[in-house]
């Protein structure tokens, strides 16, 4: 007998569980902590109260992808009688709005023929740049100053008006300078040369000139458009006292005398300050 045979074999122990009072081949799972109820409803609150944040945030985003940029203000300048686009003052304006980063336009209200110009031709021409819906400001030297007044009249979208010395009373000031033979001699012909500053070289006007401004009566003009007025106490073309007239039961208009003449080229620097004051202009 072999007594190899008869040995035990090697064969590995296992602990007893009784003898350490631990399971070593088991793995145990601690129990789950019990929630405290207050934080249960707490928690609740915050989800709903983030629930409806994002519900506020996505609305928000909505309305803002909804609203419209704010709009541009247009600003026009309009020369005087005769004058053009490239005189002194309409060029001074330019500059100093550039300088604020704005632009101006500066139509040429002789255009297309200055044989015929009328103040209806001169609103019919400024009503095409007129944007729909945008504010408006014009600024109006002389002529210019008349016609702005009448559109701002009309025109809703137009929410200011500076006038230089606007031309008011313009036929009342004027046919008596001419006098009575060069205005009858000018109604039978029909047209009268006049002297036209932008283009340095006398020019013939029609008599529908004359006849188309008789139309226009200024003492109808009432809507209340904020309008600041400059105009020189020396005026000897048009009186300083027409401004006054129309400022007088007008509330919504400021007139503002200095002492200047009728072309205001040596209150220049006035002219802008009041002005940028005026309509609250600020660089860009």
Known sequence: ?????????????????????LNIFKTQNPKPKTQNPKLKTQNSKLKTQNSKLKTQNSKLKTQNSKLKTPPLTTFIYLHGFASSPQSAKAQYFRNQFASLGIPLQIPDLNQPDFSFL????????????????DPVVL?????????????????????????????????SHWQPRLGAESMQQWQQTGSLLVYRYGAQQQLPLRYSFITDLAQYDETTLHRSVPTLILHGTQDDVIPIQASRDFAADRAHVQLLELESDHALVDVEDTL???????????KT
């Open 272 to 282: 802008w300050q009041a002005t940028q004051a005026f309509c609250q202009l600020a």
């Open 118 to 133: 009328t103040l209806t031709r001169q609103l019919q021409q400024i009503e095409t740049l007129l944007p729909v819906n």
């Open 139 to 171: 600024i109006g030297s002389s002529f210019g100053g008349l016609t702005a007044a009448w559109l701002g009249e009309r025109f809703l979208q137009i929410e200011r008006l500076v006038l230089l010395a606007p031309a008011f009373q313009f036929l």
């Open 1 to 21: 007998m072999h007594t190899e045979n008869l040995l035990p074999r090697n064969r590995p122990h296992r602990i007893p569980s009784s003898a350490t009072g």
